[in-house]
């Protein structure tokens, strides 16, 4: 399968503490993009890397995220002191260069307690 | 500003043709885009429209847009049970960002 992958895809945690998750986008796709989904609602974008370069974050994303694409390739998305109104679906997506197309992955469903 | 709209219901019966209608506020869009979201499930890529373009046609899907309006519709035809999802309208941006519209659920009933 060479489609966008997320790792986990549930992910339960306690109020205050921290998560992490993972994304691999389709090989030789040098754009990867996160966005965030809560019920009832459609994606919001927070934040998007050309390679390793985190090009731009949405004003979503507080000082608790921090997002990360060392070596261009992977991503991860790191949540701090996670509280309630951080639940939702985390949805990872990645694009060829200079193209407007992008492929979404399954997402990670974060529940907050 | 960016602001999608989406009429959030849609009931369809299989075999008939669906068709599902949004608004978008910004006129920089570059692309305009149909995604499909089954229970569960990621987002799923079903077509787009370049914005200087007034019709696409791929298979059973027909977008159509009125960019003076600033309106864009999917029609589905042929309508079946595999097709209820939630369709998601959204705009692209050169900045390549995508700004979602809330969803239109549609249930295909036999």
């Known amino acids: 399968d060479t489609g966008v992958s997320q790792d986990p895809r549930h992910k339960i945690t306690k109020r205050g503490q921290n998560v992490t998750f993972r994304c691999d986008p389709i090989?030789?796709?040098?754009?990867l993009y996160w966005y965030r989904q809560t019920l009832g609602q459609g994606p919001e974008f927070l934040t998007y890397?050309?390679?390793?370069?985190?090009?731009?974050k949405s004003r979503l994303l507080s000082d608790r995220f921090s997002a990360e694409r060392p070596k261009g390739s992977f991503s991860t998305l790191e949540i701090q002191r996670t509280e309630q109104g951080d639940s939702a679906m985390y949805l990872c997506?990645?694009?060829?260069?200079?193209?407007?197309?992008?492929?979404f992955g399954p997402g990670t469903r974060l529940t907050v307690t | 500003g960016e602001d999608v709209e989406q009429s959030l219901f849609l009931s369809v019966r299989e075999g008939d043709s669906s068709v599902i209608n949004c608004t978008y506020t910004?006129?920089?869009?570059?692309?305009l885009y149909w995604y499909k979201q089954e229970p569960g499930a990621g987002l799923q890529l079903l077509t787009y429209i370049f914005s200087n373009m007034d019709m696409k046609q791929d298979q059973r899907l027909t977008v159509l847009l009125n960019k003076k309006d600033k309106h864009l519709s999917l029609r589905i035809a042929d309508t079946q049970t595999g097709d209820s999802a939630i369709y998601f309208c959204a705009e692209g941006f050169n900045d390549y960002k995508l700004s979602f519209g809330a969803g239109t659920t549609v249930t295909v009933r036999a």
């Open positions: 997506a990645s694009s060829f260069p200079e193209t407007y197309r992008q492929y």
């Open positions: 910004d006129s920089s869009s570059t692309y």
């Open positions: 090989s030789e796709h040098n754009r």
């Open positions: 890397f050309q390679n390793e370069a985190q090009l731009e």
